[in-house]
């Protein structure tokens, strides 16, 4: 009886859980769940593209102003490489692969985060860029590769968290700049933040200001001007005139690799005196008066800050313990006075009238000779009969 007891109270507890878990629910984070309010919304560009083939030097151009180019991101970005994007044209894949990208491979990027060009490869048709590092690990392949039990290389369990995009031409990649490449990624990437050297090329006026948008270097400009115009250069040589030590120090600049043009800008302290452009076929031009059209840079300043003393000021009141304007009292030691330097005299000896040198030793006492022992200094043996 007591066993049919609690046989009908556990039916009546299982009841009693199987009717709240029939009135509760069940939230399943499925694809539509997680890419909800991600916006697939894209507009092609209209950007006129060059039909010349891109060059060697126009390739060096590209890289030295795209790479580390930071901008924010307009689109969520996939951890993928397969972002396709045609030049004025569509991007690749469309809405619905896109959004599948993002639940499956992870989001590199949202809209609004910023990202950083940090590699650029040339392909045929086609610019391969990689953002925030890219969608693989260095030596991906190497990492599955072990010596006598040993990684090739070690594993540090990181994770790749960027993205990589590819821009399609029609044809050859055209001979095409920086800004125009940035205009094609507009839709996916904003580059419209002005850097520092943007920034500082808006200030100047409008002739010097068109020629660093043009990446050109005129006489008069300092080095300020020159690195937003063209960027760090590939050597610098920095040498006196005829190697003649009496005459003025200049530096050189140097920009390109023979046979592509190759242009020299010298510098005389922070300004550029004198530029030569050396092209394939041509005669050498040579440019070596003043192109600024009036404009004449002020000469970089130093701030004095941080109790650093002004020029021409006079010599600064050495510290004290006393409060400004009190008197020094009368008697009182002031200024320390250090001893003269005077040779130290040598320690006292045993006999005060012969005061040994340090390469003089005292030559021993001769003692007396006993009687009975001869000079040499051997016994006497016995007397022979």
């Not at 629910?25 to 694809?31: C, I, M």
């Not at 590199?108 to 953002?131: C, Q």
């Not at 242009?263 to 452009?277: L, P, T």
């Not at 009036?294 to 006079?314: C, H, L």
Request: proline residues 12%.
């Amino acid at each position: 009886m007591a066993l049919s007891r609690y046989g009908w109270a556990l039916i009546a507890g299982l009841l009693a859980l199987s009717a709240a878990a029939a009135g509760a629910q069940v939230f399943v984070v499925g694809e539509q769940t997680a890419t909800n309010g991600i916006s697939t919304t894209f507009k092609p560009t209209n950007v006129p593209l060059p039909t010349d083939k891109l060059t060697e030097r126009g390739r060096r151009d590209l890289v030295r102003n795209l790479e580390d180019e930071q901008g924010f991101a307009h689109m969520a970005l996939p951890i993928s490489p397969a972002l396709m994007l045609k030049a004025n044209g569509p991007l690749s894949p469309g809405p619905a692969e896109y959004l599948k990208l993002i639940y499956t491979k992870g989001q590199a990027a949202g809209p609004g985060d910023r990202v950083i060009i940090t590699s650029l490869e040339f392909k045929g048709d086609r610019i391969v860029m990689d953002l925030n590092g890219g969608p693989f690990l260095k030596h991906r392949f190497l990492r599955h590769i072990q010596l006598n039990d040993n990684d090739v290389v070690a594993n540090t369990m990181e994770t790749a968290t960027g993205s990589r995009i590819t821009l399609v031409f029609p044809g050859p990649i055209p001979e095409i700049s920086a800004p125009e490449v940035k205009s094609l990624l507009a839709p996916v990437i904003d580059f419209g933040v002005k850097t520092s050297q943007q920034a500082y090329a808006d200030t100047l006026p409008t002739l010097v200001r068109t020629s660093i948008n043009e990446h050109q270097v005129l006489v008069g400009m300092n080095r300020k001007m020159v690195l937003a115009s063209v960027g760090e250069p590939e050597n610098k040589v920095r040498e006196h005139e005829d190697n003649d030590p009496n005459k003025p120090l200049y530096e050189d600049w140097i920009y390109g690799h023979v046979p592509q043009t190759v242009r020299f800008v010298r510098f005389e302290g922070d300004r550029v005196i004198r530029v030569e452009i050396a092209a394939l076929g041509k005669p050498l031009e040579v440019h070596d008066t003043d192109e600024m059209g009036g404009f004449n840079p002020p000469p970089q300043t130093r701030q004095i800050s941080m109790g650093d003393e002004a020029p021409g000021t006079g010599t600064k009141a050495p510290p004290t313990l006393r409060k400004p304007g009190e008197p020094v009292p009368a008697g009182s030691q002031g200024k320390v006075q250090f001893p003269d330097a005077r040779p130290i005299p040598a320690p006292p000896s045993e006999h005060p009238d012969t005061i040994p040198s340090p390469q003089t030793f005292p030559q021993p006492i001769p003692q007396p000779i006993p009687q009975g022992i001869p000079q040499g200094g051997q016994q006497p043996g016995p007397r022979q009969q």
